[in-house]
Structures are given as structure tokens and as C-alpha cells.
């Protein structure tokens, strides 16, 4: 069973758990935000509905004020 929705440039893939969302987003590079909007940049919590924007610093794409699983928050 699908976690999380992730949408990176549009492009929607299910991901079973967060370790899923963050091989995909390891796989975009930061570079690609300066070129393309992250207005269609975005994760789905499946379980809850709510919505968390992707954002990006010089070393990779992240959610924002996002609490993963036993994690406390990751970059608000």
C-alpha cells in the first residue's frame, strides 16, 4: 500500500514509505528548480491529506516542515 503521493515538475509517483520519497528525491537534481517551478512540486501524506511544498538549498531538493516517521521535523 502508497504512502505518500510525491509530485516533482508535475510528474506524480506513489512511494510506499519515506524512505521511497527520499531516494526520489535524491534523484532530482537542485539544479532543475533554478530552470523549472516548484509550484507542481509537492508531497501527499496518503493517510492524513496533507500537503507538504518541496522546497530546495545548493545540495538538494527537501520538504518543507515535514516530520517523518520517529523523525522530528526535517528543514522548515
Known amino acids: 500500500m502508497f504512502q505518500y503521493k510525491l509530485v516533482l515538475f508535475g510528474f506524480p509517483d506513489l512511494c510506499r514509505d519515506y524512505d521511497d520519497v527520499l531516494l526520489h528525491l535524491k534523484q532530482v537534481p537542485p539544479q532543475r528548480a533554478l ?3 516548484l509550484e507542481q512540486c ?3 501524506d496518503m493517510k492524513t491529506g496533507e500537503k507538504y511544498d ?3 538549498d545548493e545540495k538538494s531538493l527537501y520538504i518543507k516542515d ?3 516517521p ?3 521535523a526535517l528543514k522548515s
Open 42 to 44: 509537492y508531497l501527499i
Open 66 to 68: 515535514f516530520k517523518a
Open 70 to 72: 520517529n523523525e522530528t
Open 35 to 37: 530552470v523549472e517551478t
Open 54 to 56: 518541496i522546497l530546495y
